[in-house]
């Protein structure tokens, strides 16, 4: 079946930025994929963007002092720009480069695989009780001569051992 | 990221926390990545069993192999982990045949591990035993340079 999508309403825009807000950045953190720093730094612009008043940088405050505006998102966290005079303008969030590039790899690192850790195959693994026989008893070296290349090249289907 | 050695790979197929390397690991933070070779050693030990044995080995072997991945398994978001296994690459058939030059016909098992620890440039967990810093011993003087994460089994536990 095919779904058809339609754009999502204004309110339904802000309920799915609260959902992907701090609870996502916190889990990023938590597993160690995610600086707090920048999580903390990402939250704030995701908290303004939820909320229905928010600062946003018009194009006249940028064009005045454009110093100002790149130091606040380089120096305090991601700021989101729109040109306000427009009726049906998007909002545009700026980040830092380090904000940029910590969130992609978060992304990435969360997106892959959860490779367990000693300590976590300890927890999941670990039994009580002596070691089997068998591992007491050790593993024998399996020594394999090398392979002769003049044997390889003279190998041929024994006779009569067609089908 | 650590490769454990077929011998600490055969400890930890066994699960006894009164393993050396099962206490290594309670205190390990690196992700443990199995070379195949190593867990194709295990298996060959335990075919060599009784039947009735091989069958209960077997299941052991079959559980953590269940939950074994290589680096192309899908996300697994909130999941349990996997555990790494870590396949017999195109890089590893290079270095197998340089290690075996230098090791002679050795174990084969843990000749092959040897190889994907170092085209992988992974570490191996290894007990010190005498024949294993014998190995590494050899390889560094032949130029061919493993990083191994000593198990010290006096100090294990302290």
């Known amino acids: 079946m095919i779904e058809r999508t339609y754009p999502l309403s204004d309110a339904q825009h802000h309920q799915k930025r609260k959902r992907v807000g701090r609870s996502a950045m916190g889990v990023l953190v938590e597993r160690g994929l995610l600086p707090s720093i920048n999580a903390e730094r990402i939250s704030c612009v995701l908290d303004m963007l939820s909320s229905p008043v928010s600062d946003v940088w018009s194009v006249t405050r940028i064009k005045s002092n454009p110093g100002a505006f790149m130091s606040v998102v380089i120096k305090q ?27 992609v790899e978060a992304a990435t690192q969360a997106a892959g695989p959860g490779f367990a850790t000693g300590k976590e195959m300890y927890a999941r693994l670990a039994r009580s009780g002596a070691p089997l026989e068998v591992t007491t008893r050790g593993l024998a070296p399996r020594s394999q001569s090398r392979l002769s290349i003049k044997d390889a090249l003279s190998a041929r289907p024994a006779a009569g051992a067609e089908g | 990221m650590l490769i454990p050695g077929p011998v600490e790979t055969f400890q930890i197929v066994d699960r006894s926390a009164d393993l050396p390397v099962m206490q290594h690991l309670a205190v390990t933070e690196d992700v443990i990545a199995f070379a195949a070779p190593a867990l194709a050693a295990v298996a060959d030990a335990y075919a060599g069993e009784s039947e009735a044995e091989r069958f209960r080995l077997n299941n052991r072997l079959d559980e953590l192999l269940r939950d074994c991945a290589d680096t192309t398994a899908p996300g697994l978001g909130e999941a349990a982990p996997y555990y790494l296994m870590l396949p017999f690459s195109q890089g590893a058939v290079h270095s197998f045949a340089k290690i075996r030059q230098v090791l002679g016909e050795d174990d084969i098992f843990s000749t092959q591990t040897y190889a994907i620890a170092h085209s992988e440039d992974v570490p191996l967990l290894l007990i010190r035993t005498a024949t294993a810093q014998a190995h590494m011993g050899t390889l560094y003087d032949a130029g061919i340079d493993i990083h191994v994460s000593w198990i010290d089994t006096s100090t294990e536990g302290a």
Do not use: F, G, H, Y
């Open chain 1, 77 to 103: 966290n991601p700021q989101i720009m729109s040109d306000t005079k427009r009726k049906d303008a998007e909002q545009i969030v700026a980040l830092s480069v380090e904000d940029l590039v910590s969130l």
